[in-house]
């Protein structure tokens, strides 16, 4: 099974969001976003930056992942060769 399929990337995206936009109190913000977007509500821009943030980081976190895999599976290909080799 691969990392994708266990971490399912979609959900985490969603899970990640949707705590960090909890814990900032920015809910209503999300419900009522028409309303908050025409009315250039401090807090609609507050959403536009954290949501800008936090996928910043998200992607980051997945690069990190992604270099992690390759490295795994360069180890894993190594430990294979050196088995058969032995």
């Known amino acids: 099974m691969s990392r994708r399929e266990?971490?399912?990337?979609?959900?985490?995206?969603?899970?990640i969001l949707s705590a960090v936009i909890k814990h900032l109190s920015l809910s209503d913000t999300v419900r009522h976003?028409?309303?908050?977007?025409?009315?250039?509500?401090?807090?609609?821009?507050?959403?536009?930056e954290v949501v800008?943030?936090?996928?910043?980081?998200?992607h980051a976190m997945i690069r990190q992942l992604q270099v992690s895999d390759t490295f795994r599976r360069r180890a894993d290909?190594?430990?294979v060769v050196?088995?058969?080799l032995a």
Do not use: I, N
Not at 6 to 15: A, F, I
Not at 33 to 48: I, M, P, R
């Open 6 to 15: 266990v971490l399912r990337p979609d959900v985490l995206e969603e899970s």
């Open 33 to 48: 976003l028409t309303t908050h977007e025409q009315g250039h509500s401090h807090e609609y821009f507050l959403l536009q």
């Open 52 to 58: 800008s943030e936090t996928y910043r980081k998200l």
């Open 77 to 79: 290909s190594s430990l």
């Open 82 to 84: 050196r088995l058969c």
